[in-house]
């Protein structure tokens, strides 16, 4: 962004400092740990220990085996949902701890 230039959106420049810092990957994994837990709603987010994502996998920690199993035999509904939510294909994969 160089002296004198126009003004521009402050989204706009921040997607410029995020791509140039390469902070793409952090901000997507916040964004797909965040609608994650918006999907699966207070019952499961009271089950759920802990959420991170790994090499375009969500990764949850569940403290209920008998919701662990459920979950994971709904995996390939939820990964579609969680990425239609997202408007863009960031996971391949959901597992269940």
Not at 4 to 25: A, C, N, T
Not at 46 to 73: C, E, N
Request: glycine share 6%.
């Amino acid at each position: 962004m160089a002296m004198g230039s126009e003004p521009q959106p402050l989204g706009q420049i921040l997607k410029e400092i995020i791509r140039r810092w390469g902070l793409q990957p952090r901000v997507d994994a916040m964004r797909i740990v965040e609608t994650w837990a918006a999907l699966a709603g207070p019952q499961i987010n009271r089950v759920t220990d802990s959420a991170w994502v790994r090499d375009r996998k969500l990764y949850v920690r569940l403290t209920s085996a008998a919701w662990r199993h459920t979950l994971h035999l709904q995996r390939a509904q939820w990964c579609a949902r969680l990425n239609e939510a997202l408007g863009a294909s960031l996971i391949d994969d959901i597992v269940f701890k």
